[in-house]
C-alpha cells in the first residue's frame, strides 16, 4: 500500500536521512555535507508556506520524497519551478518516483505553475529516463559545474512545460491544497 501526502516539518529527519546517501555516496547531489534535520526543518520551511513537498509512505515507512522549489528569485520566474525527487535507493525503480512526481505535477498545475525544471548531475542514466518518461526535454549542459569526489562533474537541465503557454492571468496560487 503506497501513501502519497503532504510533507510536515515533523518529517525533516527521515527526508534528511533518505537524502544523506545521495550527498556522502554520489554525485547526484553537489553538496558535500549531508543537511542536517534542523538544516532541512529550515530549508522545509521556507518552501512549503508556498510550494509542495510531498512524501510517500509504504506500510507507515516513508520510502521517498519529492518536491519543488522556485525556478529563481526575479518576479518574471514566478510560473517558473525546479524539481526533485529522491528515494530510499534499495526502493528505486519500483514506481514510487513515478507517482510522487505525478501527484506533483498535478498540484503545480493547480497552483498555476507553467514550467518545471530540473537540473541532473551526469551520468544519471535512471534520472535522465525518469525525466523522459513525463515529457521532459533537455535544454542544455552546464560544463564541468560541480567538483565533488576529486572530479569534475557536468549537470544537464531538463525542461517540462505543465500547461499551454498563455498570457497568465494571475500570480501562482501560494497554496491551494489541504494539509
Same mark, same amino acid.
Given at each position: 500500500?503506497?501513501?502519497?501526502?503532504? +510533507?510536515?516539518?515533523? /518529517? +525533516?529527519?527521515?527526508? %534528511?536521512?533518505?537524502?544523506?546517501?545521495?550527498?556522502?555516496?554520489?554525485?547526484?547531489? $553537489?553538496?558535500?555535507?549531508?543537511?542536517t534535520?534542523?538544516?532541512?526543518?529550515?530549508?522545509?520551511g521556507?518552501?512549503?508556506?508556498?510550494?509542495?513537498?510531498?512524501?510517500?509512505? #509504504?506500510?507507515?515507512?516513508?520510502?521517498?520524497?519529492?518536491?519543488?522549489?522556485?525556478?529563481? /528569485?526575479?518576479?518574471?520566474? =514566478?510560473?517558473?519551478? /525546479?524539481?526533485?525527487?529522491?528515494?530510499? =535507493? %534499495?526502493? #528505486?525503480?519500483?514506481? @514510487?518516483?513515478?507517482?510522487?512526481?505525478?501527484?506533483? @505535477?498535478?498540484?503545480?498545475? #493547480? #497552483?498555476?505553475?507553467?514550467?518545471?525544471?530540473?537540473?541532473?548531475?551526469?551520468? !544519471? %542514466?535512471?534520472?535522465?529516463?525518469?525525466?523522459?518518461? $513525463?515529457? $521532459?526535454e533537455?535544454?542544455?549542459?552546464?560544463?564541468?559545474?560541480? @567538483?565533488? $569526489?576529486?572530479?569534475?562533474?557536468?549537470?544537464?537541465?531538463? =525542461?517540462?512545460?505543465?500547461? !499551454?503557454?498563455?498570457?497568465?492571468? +494571475?500570480?501562482?496560487?501560494?497554496?491551494?491544497?489541504?494539509?
Amino acid at each position: 500500500m503506497m501513501d502519497i501526502r503532504l +510533507a510536515t516539518l515533523d /518529517d +525533516a529527519s527521515e527526508i %534528511a536521512a533518505i537524502y544523506r546517501p545521495y550527498v556522502e555516496d554520489s554525485t547526484i547531489s $553537489f553538496e558535500l555535507l549531508a543537511p542536517t534535520e534542523a538544516v532541512m526543518r529550515e530549508r522545509m520551511g521556507k518552501v512549503l508556506a508556498k510550494l509542495p513537498w510531498l512524501v510517500c509512505e #509504504q506500510s507507515g515507512v516513508m520510502v521517498g520524497y519529492a518536491y519543488a522549489s522556485p525556478h529563481h /528569485d526575479r518576479a518574471a520566474y =514566478q510560473w517558473s519551478v /525546479d524539481v526533485s525527487v529522491y528515494l530510499r =535507493q %534499495a526502493l #528505486q525503480r519500483r514506481g @514510487f518516483g513515478r507517482v510522487m512526481y505525478s501527484e506533483l @505535477f498535478t498540484l503545480l498545475v #493547480q #497552483q498555476g505553475y507553467y514550467t518545471a525544471y530540473a537540473g541532473i548531475s551526469l551520468p !544519471n %542514466a535512471a534520472s535522465v529516463g525518469l525525466h523522459r518518461s $513525463f515529457g $521532459f526535454e533537455p535544454v542544455g549542459i552546464y560544463r564541468n559545474a560541480g @567538483f565533488k $569526489f576529486g572530479a569534475w562533474h557536468d549537470v544537464a537541465w531538463w =525542461q517540462k512545460p505543465l500547461r !499551454n503557454y498563455v498570457a497568465p492571468v +494571475a500570480s501562482p496560487s501560494a497554496r491551494i491544497w489541504h494539509t
